[in-house]
């Protein structure tokens, strides 16, 4: 395993020779790197124009495969998973079976973060054809448990396989399979969940509290469930031989265990303009992109980027309930393929270690209900998927990303969009640069710094905030990490956030 938090590029047998290190195919005319780009954006556009006419004069023509470079890019929190997503497509799955894959990893190797347990929400955008594919509403619902809901990750992602997956199920499975058997490092991430274990909690703390950073664990209890759900698929677990120890341990009912349904369909997102850009993302009540896009309608988008922070935290003040909502924790896996299809899931169990009820099956419970108010019978969830494609400019940038709440997703997306960023500005300062969690309690309303991993916040961000009446804070760890992948013209740019310490991965 490499450093954490690196680009990588994996060999593979027919798409290695023709990449450069720098993501772009390597073309005798353009040696010079300064110039390449140039070059590289005119070539592609230029290409994209005539195809254009191509398609006005035969219209079987299709906007095919061999005139896109064949990128296909996959970041997640952990370079296990990446590079498990990645392996899919290069068996010739498409980014949707990518970022699945992923996901189920990620719930064996950041158990505190999102699992089988918990719930969440996947955006999938067809570039090609510029439409949302889908959006795939699989949120925790709720049963009789005032914390604990009905989880949706395995129904969603199920759904998602099986809608617009190429791969088999059992392929996207057996990886996270085999690595709960063979064993995989503890993350330091993990290893911080520790301090927020509560003292009464037996299962959870026998199992969490031996483990040390870099030691190697597995997982048989996690890898037999997942063999079941890939035989199986999810009746077994919604209403089947993995049913009765949730019902049991958490007391959900289950009839609304096996009555569980994934909200989908392409009407769940909305697309709105900004600064030049097409903004995708659910939009659904008691989402995070609800308040995404209603934050988003205020924000002064040539406002300088240094004053992110303050006119974030400025924009949720006049929002005091989505304020006061409990700080989301998840996981943001995103993949595009070499179609251009591009997939942003988001999931997650609430809080760090969600109700820190660990089954014998090997995850731990969601506690998504105690997080903030219901809005139907769905637990709220700040998390937003979102893709952002510049409107105007066929070869313009394209940005796939998400948040486990949108309170810090705000702050990135503020970064993305803005009018100084769009030209030289690396995806990696915008990631990089401090971002803080805004939360209110009864009488005061505060801001939580970050202090490790990422630059502090500037003396002048600091008053501003003083200014706004944020009392300071210093933010708990694991910090949330908000990866990202950028495409400008025929190149593809991805980025893990450090604060995830995972990695990108392109081919
Ligand atoms: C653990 O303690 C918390 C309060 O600290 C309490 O709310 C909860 O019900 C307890 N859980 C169990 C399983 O005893
Ligand atoms: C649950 O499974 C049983 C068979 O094991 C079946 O009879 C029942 O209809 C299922 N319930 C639902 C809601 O699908
Ligand atoms: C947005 O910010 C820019 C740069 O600070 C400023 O010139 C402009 O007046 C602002 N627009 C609005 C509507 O406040
Ligand atoms: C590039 O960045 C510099 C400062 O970092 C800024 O002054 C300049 O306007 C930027 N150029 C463009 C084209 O955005
Ligand atoms: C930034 C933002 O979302 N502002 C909204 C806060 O709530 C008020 C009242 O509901 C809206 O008018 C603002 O637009």
Redesign the pocket.
Known sequence: MSAPNETTAINSTNSAPYLSADRSELAPLFTNPQETRGLRLIAGCFTIISLLISLALAAQVRYGNHQVAPHGSVVSDSSYCSRIGASIIEKGGNSVDAAIAATFCMGLVHPHLTGLGGGGLMLIYDHRQHRIKDCLDFRVSQSKNRDVGIPGLVAGLYQAHYLHGSASWEELLAPSIRMARSGFGVSSSLIMAKRSLIANVSDLRTWLEPLQQGSIITSPQLADTLSIISALGPDAFYNGSLTKEMVEKASLSPVDMARYRVERGPSLCSEHIYNGYKVIAPSLSGTGGEFMFKALDHL?L???IESTVPLVGQALLGNQSELSWRIHSGSVVVATDRSDLYVSIVSGLGSVLGSQILTSSGFILNNAMEMAPMVGSRATHLAVPFICVQNLFVCGQRLISGAPDVRDGLQLIFRLLNSETYYNVSLKSLVDAPRVRFTASTNEVQAWAEDRQVPALSPVEIAALKELGFKLTMAQLPYPSLNVIRKFGDTVDPYADPRGMGEAIYF
């Open positions: 002064n040539s406002a300088s």
